[in-house]
């Protein structure tokens, strides 16, 4: 008796090892499964962070422009459109090609543009070789937009922005950079130590996005403030 319920024992065992590592797989793909999920929600969710913030910036911008040229209003409102259109449908996807992105930042820039004459001390270079690259929307923005917000342009002696995009090998360097006022350096030291709120979104979403495959420096002096963003885009 003893003799045959051995003989039964290693059919046994081996069952039982095939279903529990069965089960292991199932957990392991449901635990996958569960960890997607939270990484969308919470993309989706630092992009809902993003939306209003720029909206309410764009708008005080439009704001600013009629009050001194009503001819310009309209071309920023068509331009803020376009914004709003990029936002809404592009947005939420998971990536989009890095010449959609650019087209969305050259945007930005325009309606910026729109509110000053003279731009001779706003330098932009932009030099993108692989255009079918694929990157998370509305990523390089925030600091394009800080740029403008904290920095002094509107000083053309003394204030100046310097924005530069390129790729290399399928890894795209950002580099955004703008002067200070020095007599509020100190305020903008206390309020962007750690990039603000925009940047610890920007940080959280490389985060989840781009594990590993990311590097984000940001440099503050007396007289500037740097960002240099390098994510590698080939996946």
């Not at 071309?75 to 650019?102: C, F, H, N, W």
């Not at 006022?181 to 309020?191: I, P, V």
């Not at 989840?208 to 007396?222: A, C, I, R, S, W």
């Amino acid at each position: 008796l003893i003799g045959r319920l051995m003989s039964f024992v290693p059919p046994i065992v081996i069952g039982a090892l095939i279903r529990k590592s069965i089960l292991l797989q199932r957990k392991t793909e449901e635990s996958m499964e569960l960890q997607n999920k939270m990484l969308a929600a919470e993309t989706n969710a630092l992009k809902a962070q993003i939306n209003p913030h720029f909206l309410f910036n764009t708008l005080n911008n439009i704001y600013s422009l009629s009050q001194f040229d009503n001819d310009k209003t309209g071309e920023a409102i068509l331009q803020l459109s376009d914004i709003l259109r990029y936002v809404t449908y592009e947005g939420d996807k998971k990536t989009v090609p890095i010449a959609a992105e650019i087209e969305h930042i050259k945007s930005f820039l325009k309606l910026q543009l729109l509110r000053d004459e003279d731009d001779s001390n706003i330098y932009v270079d932009i030099a993108i070789t692989e255009k079918n690259l694929q990157i998370s929307p509305l990523l390089m923005i925030p600091f394009i937009e800080n740029s403008f917000k904290h920095g002094n342009h509107h000083d053309k002696v003394n204030g100046w922005i310097k924005i530069k995009i390129k790729d290399e090998d399928s890894k795209l360097t950002l580099i955004v950079s703008n002067s200070l006022n020095s007599l509020n350096s100190e305020a903008n030291s206390t309020k962007d130590k750690v990039g603000g709120v925009g940047m610890e979104n920007v940080r959280k979403r490389l985060s989840l996005l781009y594990p590993g495959e990311h590097d984000l420096v940001l440099k503050m002096d007396k007289k500037s403030y740097s960002s240099i963003l390098k994510i590698n885009l080939k996946k």
